[in-house]
């Protein structure tokens, strides 16, 4: 099993707390707004985990298809309001048929496949021409526009992220090399956060099992970084900022 394999069966139950109902995602609008100009009729979420970004799409069609390698997660995504198609397997191999899909698109997934390129060359299979493919995340090889303070107390973290996140550059190569037209990329939401002293430890995003960067980590692990964090809280008598600034990117490519 690959080291960085993190089980979602073990955390589904818990893993819209994530989304709070005040929220305003706009990654969310991002995808709507991509969707309806594309006049989208068939929709597919790769990494679709409980159906929260599909869920948004309701308004345009009534074909909204999720695909997640955790039978936990999709067991969630049939709670939802709107009527999804749900199907187990892996984004490298999607089972379904060629071109039968307008817009294809994964949330802060990517990074799961493995074979970044695979789900790409697979995605453009399925897409009927003109169809979108989106890729929405954040770049950890992206110097000056991501930080986030959990690399800077938990071992490993970051490097983690290095291997298993494609960079914004290498994504956008394989969708022209793959065939896409207009590749491109754009801003779609800008996470700014700020906690100071002991506030970090109610962050939600600093649970154990809130993110797959924390949840790979083993209890161990996870406890000596936040003892880290106590301590400079300790050291600065509750004064140290901690710091969340991450640019969240949409990476888009249409078939032909």
């Not at 929405?136 to 983690?160: A, C, E, K, M």
Request: some cysteine.
């Amino acid at each position: 099993m690959k080291k960085d394999y993190l089980n979602y069966d073990n955390i589904a139950q818990r893993y819209n707390q994530r989304y709070p109902e005040t929220q305003q995602w706009e990654r969310g609008q991002a995808l709507f707004e991509l969707a309806k100009k594309n006049n989208a009729k068939a929709i597919l979420e790769v990494g679709s985990g409980t159906g929260y970004w599909l869920n948004l799409l309701r308004p345009i069609t009534n074909n909204l298809y999720g695909l997640d390698f955790s039978m936990g997660m999709l067991r969630q995504a049939k709670g939802q309001a709107a009527s999804l198609t749900l199907i187990q397997g892996t984004a490298t191999h999607l089972p379904l048929k060629k071109e039968s899909f307008d817009f294809i698109y994964c949330v802060d997934a990517i990074h799961h496949f493995g074979n970044h390129r695979a789900f790409i060359q697979d995605a453009y299979r399925l897409l009927r021409p003109n169809g979108v493919l989106a890729i929405i995340g954040h770049d950890p090889h992206s110097d000056g526009s991501h930080y986030w303070y959990v690399y800077n107390y938990f071992d490993t973290v970051y490097d983690t992220d290095l291997r298993r996140y494609p960079s914004g550059k290498a994504i956008l190569s394989m969708m022209n090399a793959i065939g896409f037209k207009n590749a491109s990329e754009k801003p779609v939401e800008h996470i700014q956060n700020l906690h100071v002293g002991e506030a970090v430890l109610k962050d939600p995003f600093l649970r154990h099992d809130a993110t797959s960067q924390l949840a790979l980590l083993s209890e161990e692990q996870y406890q000596a970084g936040i003892e880290k964090i106590k301590q400079d809280i300790i050291k600065t008598n509750g004064q140290i900022v901690f710091r969340s600034d991450i640019q969240v990117k949409m990476f888009m490519g249409t078939k032909p």
